[in-house]
């Protein structure tokens, strides 16, 4: 057994997780919420507004399909309000159809205005893709933009939603990963692992 653990290696994927799953946040231009998952994205967002980590939110997406889990930004207003958004401190981004177009205009607006920091909200089990999304638009823009990890990550991951179970939805995730980094559409997890190196040392050094 002591030989085996011994020539055990975690795998470049394995630590790609680890890291984004204990990103620190800081202080941020904006908070960028995706569309997706209902509306159980929405009180992460909020929150994070409402304990000063940016004091504005951009809501990313433009499909409505509630049997997808897509709830377009006039269902979740009222909810994001409810849970104390200011309406004016809301940014709304709803052409884009798919992940790789959120990224692409939520980069396109950050750098309209000069933001170097982002948070990222998505669900715990889309997060990981998302943020190689997002980290292959800002690698593709040249910009030098930081972006943060702050999934909504106390959901149910067994229960089951209208759109699936979150816990079966995670394979898929990883899944499309691997499909998406074939097709150049999305980093590598080398890249992520290099820029969260990066991150650090500009974040708090």
Request: with cysteine; glycine share 6%; net charge negative.
């Given at each position: 057994?002591?030989?085996f ?84 401190d ?35 089990y ?73 991150k ?6």
């Amino acid at each position: 057994m002591g030989s085996f653990l011994k020539f055990m290696k975690v795998t470049e994927r394995e630590k790609f997780i680890i890291l984004v799953d204990n990103d620190r946040i800081f202080k941020s231009d904006a908070i960028v919420l995706l569309e997706g998952d209902g509306e159980f994205r929405c009180p992460k967002a909020v929150e994070l507004y409402k304990y000063g980590y940016s004091n504005k939110i951009i809501f990313s997406g433009g499909i409505s399909n509630h049997s997808y889990g897509s709830y377009p930004i006039e269902d979740l207003l009222p909810i994001l309000i409810q849970h104390g958004l200011n309406e004016n401190d809301l940014i709304i981004e709803n052409i884009s159809r798919n992940t790789k177009e959120q990224a692409d205009y939520v980069i396109q607006i950050a750098n309209n205005n000069g933001w170097k920091n982002l948070i990222l909200v998505a669900s715990h089990y889309h997060q990981y893709r998302a943020y190689l999304t997002f980290l292959e638009s800002i690698r593709i823009s040249n910009t030098d933009i930081l972006l943060y990890n702050s999934p909504a990550n106390d959901l149910d991951w067994f229960n089951y939603t209208e759109w699936g179970c979150r816990f079966e939805l995670l394979e898929s995730e990883f899944d499309k990963i691997l499909h998406y980094q074939k097709l150049g559409h999305i980093a590598s997890f080398e890249f992520a692992i290099n820029y969260q190196r990066k991150k650090e040392k500009f974040s708090i050094g």
